[in-house]
């Protein structure tokens, strides 16, 4: 499927990952609500409906977790897997080490990456979107089980071996735990949080630049709050359960730092000809080292709001532009602008 504006721009993820839209889906809000990290409730047919959209706009990687409404996001990207012909379907990414508990599913979920747990998970989320293979597994967050992140890694290698999974990957892995394992076997990717308000992922880039490990980074509105439409009157009417209403970066005085950057950078975005969401996408894409963007969406509207992310090129006027706003507002933490 080719969108009205022909594909979204690729690179290759890495030394050895496949080719991937700057942009790609995230899954996360289709959970939808009633486990620990939701963000609000959200309607299966619209989830379907902005998959769709995305694909058709020249998105071509989903990326998932088992975690996300405790493996409803995987059953429903399987769903709209199911719609779109074979060949033309999205590369699949998903993780694994998240797990639900299994009498209150609103609990925080447990870090557990033992080999076990990795393989039983692998079996439900290949199930759950109906694939034979996972074009990229990650490991979602350290382990707190007290399994070595050796004897963790080495269960993916194995899966890789059996045809279960294509790449491997991790997501919000430090510098120490990327160094024990880059010799057991290559990091495809590295999937860290990443926004103008959250910059600390920064300091990964020269690591997966030198090791060739492709960077994919999530949050790049910082849960909406880049995206212009989060005033605080719409914060205010969030889902009762809705993660963000205990989100340091949606409180004060977080909060009024967060809004004010966002009103400073409003003038860049119409001087640009482009919306916020495009803004705030589009800058963590300048950034050297970084492969592509997960963003997420409720409904094909909000896909369009960002999709063409990936053609906005910023250059050092714009970059110190940005750079001036959030220092000028004190958002966040992190280098404001990549290195010269």
């Known amino acids: ?76 990207v399987g769903k709209a897997l199911a719609l779109i012909p ?99 076997r290559h990091v495809d990717s590295l999937q860290p949080p990443f926004s103008m308000i959250e910059r600390g992922a920064a300091e990964l880039l020269p690591w997966a630049r030198e090791h060739g490990t492709g960077v994919i980074v999530y949050s790049p509105m910082q849960s909406g709050l880049l995206g212009g439409t989060h005033t605080r009157a719409a914060l205010g009417r969030l889902d009762a359960g809705d993660w963000r209403r205990r989100d340091e970066h949606h409180q004060e005085p977080n909060l009024g730092r967060n809004l004010d950057l966002v009103r400073r950078l409003e003038p860049l975005a119409r001087e640009l000809g482009a919306s916020l969401a495009e803004l705030a996408v589009a800058w963590t894409l300048a950034w050297p080292g970084v492969t592509g963007a997960i963003v997420g969406a409720r409904s094909p509207e909000q896909v369009e709001g960002w999709v063409n992310s990936a053609q906005l090129d910023l250059g050092r006027v714009e970059m110190d532009a940005i750079a001036d706003a959030i220092e000028a507002s004190g958002a966040g933490s992190g280098p404001p602008r990549p290195p010269a």
């Open 86 to 184: 074979r060949a033309e379907r999205p590369l699949i990414f998903t993780k694994c080490g998240l797990v639900c508990s299994t009498t209150d599913p609103t609990f925080s979920p447990a870090r557990d990456l033992r080999p076990a747990t990795m393989r039983r998970e692998v079996e439900e989320s290949l199930r759950r979107l109906g694939v034979e293979r996972i074009d990229l597994y990650q490991l979602h967050w350290p382990d707190r089980t007290g399994t070595p992140v050796e004897e963790t890694w080495g269960e993916m290698v194995r899966l890789i071996e059996e045809g279960k999974v294509a790449h491997a990957g991790v997501s919000n892995f430090g510098l120490d735990l990327l160094e024990r394992i880059e010799p057991i």
């Open 1 to 76: 499927m080719q969108g009205e504006s022909g594909p979204v721009r690729e690179l290759q993820l890495g030394s050895a990952g496949p080719k991937i839209s700057r942009v790609g889906f995230g899954a996360w809000a289709l959970g939808g609500e009633g486990w620990a990290f939701s963000l609000g409730r959200q309607d299966d047919a619209s989830s379907i409906a902005a998959i769709m959209r995305a694909v058709d706009r020249g998105v071509s990687w989903i990326d998932t977790a088992a975690v996300y409404g405790c493996g409803h996001s995987e059953e429903v």
